[in-house]
């Protein structure tokens, strides 16, 4: 009876992915996206996002010392699959693609995100992307939200992680997401709404910095800004949609009576949009 019971599930567990494979073929987008899109803690930081700092440890150490071991590559995978964990072929593979950065730089594969932009496939690349100073990678984004992107430490403490390790990793993967060449949303606004955008930036999220600049031949300020959570929903114009940078942009245009307040509604475009921004110096 359990054979038979375990027959009918695999059978049907067969028809699943195979009807979600073909779903996702039918219904995915590819975008180029900012690291820091993918990379942002919305809110917690994600099971994936954690396994992608896990890689970026084992590289910097891999190519700081020549260890080929890739011990938290190794720690996750055991914990998750136990003997059928192949060390060897994995620490091969690695190195292998650590190596081809290395000498090609990233070859535009792509990575996969459910509709949240949360990464459920392609932690390595992501992570020697960071690792080789490579801003974008190419993403297909499903439009059903997907496992393993999950908001959840439980994971890794399931696996053994200490309660000291996590925070001392979490800490750490904060500060590396701050460390990368961009990693804000931007608001951009005139110079006479400033009194009216400023409180309003700073009641909705987190302002790194305030400065005056030209943008389409008009003076103005832009506000780099950090959401708790930027809630990604999909995309719009080729870009990753945050729905609390919309909802923000929405509220300045009515507190300034304006607008041409804009906000970017993700960090790539606002990687994008610096480029037509002259930063001025302050006086």
Same mark, same amino acid.
């Given at each position: 009876m359990n054979l038979r019971h375990? %027959? %009918? /599930?695999? *059978?049907? &567990?067969?028809i699943y992915i195979r009807t979600q494979s073909l779903y996702d073929k039918l219904t995915c987008s590819q975008i180029t996206v900012h690291i820091g899109d993918i990379l942002v803690p919305q809110g917690e930081i994600s099971e994936n996002q954690m396994l992608v700092y896990f890689r970026i440890l084992d590289a910097q150490r891999f190519l700081s010392v020549g260890a080929n071991d890739f011990p938290l590559? !190794?720690? #996750?995978?055991y914990a998750c699959y136990g003997a059928a964990?192949?060390? @060897?072929?994995? !620490?091969r593979h690695f190195e292998e693609l650590i190596l081809s950065y290395q000498k090609n730089g /990233?070859? @535009?594969?792509?990575? #996969?995100? @459910?509709?949240? %932009?949360r990464i459920l496939d392609g932690t390595h690349r992501t992570g020697m992307n960071v690792v080789f100073g490579i801003p974008f990678i190419r993403c297909r984004l499903l439009r059903r939200a997907g496992r393993g992107g999950e908001y959840t430490y439980q994971h890794y403490r399931d696996l053994g992680f200490s309660e000291e390790e996590l925070e001392q990793y979490c800490g750490e993967y904060r500060k590396m997401f701050l460390s990368l060449p961009h990693h804000s949303f931007i608001?951009? *606004?005139?110079?006479m709404a400033e009194s009216a955008a400023a409180g309003c930036l700073r009641a909705a999220c987190s302002v790194e910095r305030i400065y005056p600049a030209i943008y389409q031949h008009r003076a103005c300020k832009v506000a780099e800004l950090q959401f708790a959570d930027p809630q990604y929903q999909g995309s719009k114009n080729g870009y990753p949609y945050s729905? +609390?940078? #919309? +909802?923000?942009?929405?509220?300045? &245009?009515?507190?300034?009576a304006d607008p041409s307040i804009l906000v970017t509604k993700s960090i790539t475009e606002a990687s994008k949009l610096l480029q037509q921004i002259e930063r001025k110096e302050c006086q």
């Open positions: 375990s %027959l %009918l /599930y695999r *059978f049907l &567990r067969s590559q !190794n720690r #996750t995978s964990h192949r060390e @060897d072929l994995g !620490n /990233y070859q @535009d594969s792509v990575i #996969t995100s @459910d509709r949240y %932009l608001c951009i *606004f005139p110079e729905r +609390a940078a #919309t +909802a923000l942009e929405a509220q300045l &245009r009515s507190a300034a």
